[in-house]
């Protein structure tokens, strides 16, 4: 079509379009859209409308006037109202191999925990108040007893994620005073948490040490001064500096802190109660070592390799936790009921760190023995295979997963994916399409095929996969 023919077609079509009161009218007289609110219905008009003009200006050549008809409108309007009635957050199949994985919600709760949250939501609860004093409680007090039981820790206390741990260990201690910290371990985790920014947030002054390679005892020794209110070290989380590098222990760092008389504090990320050795992993010092090692606070995440729900833990010397509680900013920071049902019901299975690995999915994951991947990847594989379809094709492949959540950065966890290869799809269609089914599948796109990693899966999950693979087949059949 010549320039000429495109400027007129596109306003003839532009023209064309009803208003949105008109189209409100007609929706009045579709059951369909009977007791949706009218803010949804005006909202899911508005952008249906303005699909439609993005189309007509955008790709006028492909621009049918069929596609703008009352019924094809009134079809889109029908299909945008349901996603907008809906509830956004929802289950999704974790098919990215990755454990913990900060964008699918981290850790799944343990049997336990859960169940236990569900009583404490559905019943007034002793949050504060103590049953055997008869009178108010602290609502802290259960959950810390336990994790001193477990990390050998003199206090503890609990707030909402380790972000804040971090900004209220960090504010309490050296407020408008210096932080030691090596240049190695200035860490980005993701979602802007930045070591050098939360420390400047927190009213401290970040003292850097070392180089990005290498930092030695002397350099803390040589920055410490009398600006000087707290040495941190830093978990590199989700990074590794590796050839020629070197960085201070944490007992050495102690022994430096005691001697100068300055307290040591270990963000220590991730945090595990487990020793990850155990199950063939690199090992990691656990939350246990690094109060043996007599740091004078320590934090960690609650839904990282915990397995727990989102909550900061924050362990160590009594006169500091003590300090903490006083500080404003933990009231702010609080955890609620529900978090503290799941995190005492995990903690609780720690008790026997056996049960524990059994029992807390992403323990249960990370120590997944390879012949049980194997047998579930071709169980998996051959449920698809008895798809009734032509030009599907399933094959098994060798893969590594990920621990995630800024823990074990460079461990591959062998592990087995089943890809999936149709003939007439591209892979970037089947990820597209499996991830608009419910619950979405989630998976990742490798050598033109679609890629499952069957150590995240349940399986629970393989019948979702088959039977949103199985639809994929059937709409594509009929279009
Ligand atoms: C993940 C992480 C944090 C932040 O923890 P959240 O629980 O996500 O707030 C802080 N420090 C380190 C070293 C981490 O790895």
Known sequence: ????????????????????????????????????????????????????????????????????????????????????????????????????????????????????????????????????????????????????????????????????????????????REVIVSRGELVEIGGSFRIPDIITRSGCILREVGTTNRTHLRDYDQAIGDGTALLLKVHKSNYSIVGF????????????????????????????????????????PTVQDTVAAGTDLASFSGDKLLGGPQAGIIVGKKEYIDRIKQNPLTRALRIDKLTLAALESTMHLYRDPRKAVESIPTLRMLSLPLQVIETRAQQLASMLEKINCSGLHVRIVRKSSRAGGGSLPIQDLESRCVAIRIDTLTAQFIERTLRHSRPAIIGRIEDESFLMDVRTLSENDFDLILTAITALFQRHANE
């Open 1 to 176: 079509m010549n320039p000429m023919g495109i400027t007129e077609k596109r306003q003839r079509l532009l023209r064309a379009l009803p208003g949105v009161d008109a189209i409100l009218l007609a929706m009045a007289n579709d059951t369909d859209f009977d007791h949706i609110p009218r803010a949804v219905k005006v909202r899911s008009v508005r952008e249906v409308l303005d699909d439609c003009r993005r189309i007509i200006l955008d790709d006028a050549n492909r621009a049918d006037a069929s596609l703008f008809g009352q019924a094809a409108l009134l079809k889109r309007i029908g299909q945008v109202v349901r996603r907008h009635m809906a509830l956004n957050l929802s289950r999704v199949v974790n098919a990215t191999g990755v454990i913990v994985h900060t964008n699918l919600g981290r850790s799944l709760l343990a049997e336990a925990a859960i169940s236990n949250m569900a009583a404490v939501a559905a019943g007034y609860t002793n949050l504060e108040y103590d049953l055997t004093a008869g009178h108010r409680g602290s609502r802290y007090s259960a959950v810390a007893d336990i994790i001193c039981e477990i990390s050998g820790a003199e206090a503890a206390l609990v707030v909402n994620n380790n972000a804040g741990a971090v900004l209220l260990c960090l504010s309490t201690l050296a407020d408008g």
């Open 245 to 284: 590098s070197a960085e201070v222990s944490l007992p050495d760092l102690v022994r430096l802190g005691k001697k100068r008389r300055i307290p040591v504090m270990d963000d220590l990320g991730s945090g595990t109660f487990i020793d990850l050795s155990t199950f063939g992993l690199t090992k990691e």
